[in-house]
């Protein structure tokens, strides 16, 4: 529906609106969030092998216990199998669960989808579809702060500076077809 109006509009307001929504997503992808993970990434490269494996450990159990708790198709695989979050302390236990599959998604996104999560904060997207079926993924305001996070860190260790202004191309249109 917005696609449909914002193709009707005069070249200048969707340049205006283009500006805008630009503006937005840099101020989400590099906010606050952006920072303190940013940070925390930049401290984690240095944590000794044992500290790092601990940690891992601390977050993979946090993490399943979210999943268990919040996330419908989690608490029914682990259901099935006969798991408690308990069962899972560390990577060492990630083959009790199973490999989450393509398919799976595809037949019900809405499943992967945590109740914690407000849906009015949460983005759903497809992915370009390259294996030959588009994947719609949903994720929460946070995630873009955290995937640019990321994304900087690979930057940085490929020699490409913080701050640096950069292009990202994507399979957006801009300018409608028609124009």
């Not at 969707?14 to 500006?19: E, G, I, S």
């Not at 708790?69 to 798991?83: I, K, S």
């Not at 994304?151 to 490929?158: D, K, L, M």
Request: some cysteine.
């Amino acid at each position: 529906m917005r696609e449909h109006l914002y193709n009707r509009l005069p070249a200048s307001l969707q340049n205006l609106l283009v500006t805008a929504y630009g503006w937005r997503l840099r101020r989400r992808r590099f906010g606050e969030e952006f920072e303190e993970f940013s940070a925390f990434l930049e401290e984690s490269e240095r944590l000794d092998p044992a500290r790092h494996a601990a940690y891992q450990d601390e977050r993979l159990r946090a993490i399943v216990a979210h999943a268990y708790d919040t996330v419908p198709h989690y608490r029914m695989v682990m259901d099935e199998r006969g798991l408690a979050p308990s069962d899972i302390a560390g990577v060492g236990d990630l083959p009790k669960l199973p490999v989450l599959t393509r398919d799976e998604v595809v037949a019900d996104p809405g499943r992967f989808v945590s109740t914690a999560v407000r849906r009015r904060h949460t983005r759903t997207t497809s992915t370009s579809g390259t294996t030959g079926c588009p994947l719609r993924v949903t994720w929460d305001r946070r995630i873009s702060a955290v995937n640019s996070a990321c994304t900087g860190r690979v930057r940085r260790w490929a020699g490409f500076p913080a701050g640096r202004r950069y292009a990202t191309l994507e399979g957006r249109p801009v300018i409608p077809l028609a124009q």
